[in-house]
């Protein structure tokens, strides 16, 4: 199927003006290809996720191979490695989801992954550093969470 030179719009062989712009298409070569459009964007963005999600996964294993190397060089105890562990992981999701929201500049992007990834790196660290008394700051941490969040879609959408 030929193409508009000028607006990309699909045309026929012997049309003589484009249907959509008009363009005199008498003599001139017509395109074999399409233009860019919204699909193809499309497609980007769903390959620019699977890289994220592919460096993501890199980065856990790459983090479970140092706490391992870590734990085998007696750095850490068994009991520690898994706090470590969680830490790392949770820091990992939070930086994802700073990543989203650096990107699109929406805020909602990597709220998610900010909240989960900080949930997991504070229980990493609860169980690394013998927080056992400090849980109630997850609680804490998840009030604030609320507040700030309803504060910001407010000042997105300011009441009349
Ligand atoms: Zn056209």
Redesign the pocket.
Known sequence: MPY??????E?SEDDEY??????SLKGRPVRRVRRRDEKDEKDEKREEEDEKAAIMGGLVVIWLGLSFLLQNAGILGWADFGGVFLLGLGLIIVFRGLWAYSQSGVFEHGFGYVVGGGFVALIGAGISFDLDEWWPVLLIALGLVVVVRALMARSENPLP
């Open positions: 508009c030179p000028n607006c990309g719009e045309i484009c249907s959509k712009c008009r363009y």
